[in-house]
């Protein structure tokens, strides 16, 4: 019973870590993607606690111009590992061979499911944040990262009074975050 919760604990533990960690890997691509400076708070932030991953594979694997291949695929490595771990922890023994494979995919799902969290979780703050306090300090970085997300859906919609291309935005991230799940627990049962 006591090893029971203690493997609840850490399971819960090791998705906080690599969840946060693998959304700081897609924040750091997604802010090479948009030329954030450099020099912003949260970008300094993410940089420092990504570096050590995304620095020594930046050897072997460049950025690109617009697409930050090194953080990508490290936020991929850091799901694979995550995995890994899961697996240990809830089996006892390291994934097989033959599973592999799966685990790669599921990894890449992992990915995508951080991303579109990402997406979802900055979406909602710039939401809340423009209803109670529209001059916040934060509005512009949270403008400057969403705004590529948007604006597409903002030309599509009527205009009205009322901007509901967060709305959109979050029912249609939602909705593939449910088939993401959905692939990811018929690849590896995560």
């Given at each position: 019973m006591i090893a029971?919760?203690?493997?609840?604990?850490?399971?819960?533990l090791?998705?906080?870590?690599?969840?946060?960690?693998?959304?700081?890997l897609?924040?750091?691509?997604?802010?090479h993607?948009?030329?954030?400076?450099?020099?912003?708070?949260?970008?300094?932030a993410?940089?420092?606690?990504?570096?050590?991953?995304?620095?020594?594979?930046?050897?072997?694997?460049?950025?690109?111009?617009?697409?930050?291949?090194?953080?990508?695929?490290?936020?991929?490595?850091?799901?694979?590992?995550?995995?890994?771990?899961?697996?240990?922890?809830a089996?006892?023994?390291?994934?097989?061979?033959?599973?592999?494979?799966?685990?790669?995919?599921?990894?890449?799902?992992?990915?995508?499911?951080?991303?579109?969290?990402?997406?979802?979780?900055?979406?909602?703050?710039?939401a809340?944040?423009?209803?109670?306090?529209?001059?916040?300090?934060m509005?512009?970085?949270?403008?400057?990262?969403?705004?590529?997300?948007?604006d597409?859906?903002?030309r599509?919609?009527?205009?009205?009074?009322?901007?509901f291309?967060?709305?959109?935005?979050?029912?249609a991230?939602?909705?593939?975050?449910?088939i993401?799940?959905r692939?990811s627990?018929?690849?590896?049962?995560?």
């Amino acid at each position: 019973m006591i090893a029971s919760m203690l493997g609840e604990i850490f399971r819960f533990l090791l998705e906080i870590v690599f969840t946060l960690f693998g959304a700081a890997l897609i924040a750091r691509a997604w802010m090479h993607a948009i030329r954030l400076h450099p020099f912003n708070p949260l970008a300094r932030a993410i940089y420092g606690a990504t570096n050590w991953l995304v620095l020594p594979l930046r050897k072997i694997i460049p950025a690109g111009n617009k697409i930050d291949w090194t953080s990508l695929v490290s936020a991929w490595l850091a799901a694979l590992v995550y995995l890994v771990l899961l697996w240990l922890v809830a089996i006892g023994a390291l994934i097989p061979a033959a599973l592999l494979p799966a685990a790669m995919g599921s990894a890449l799902i992992m990915t995508a499911k951080w991303a579109l969290n990402l997406v979802v979780w900055l979406t909602l703050i710039q939401a809340v944040l423009s209803w109670v306090n529209p001059m916040a300090p934060m509005m512009p970085l949270l403008q400057s990262l969403t705004a590529p997300l948007l604006d597409p859906i903002r030309r599509v919609l009527p205009r009205t009074s009322i901007d509901f291309s967060p709305l959109v935005l979050l029912i249609a991230a939602q909705i593939v975050l449910m088939i993401l799940a959905r692939l990811s627990y018929g690849m590896m049962g995560v």
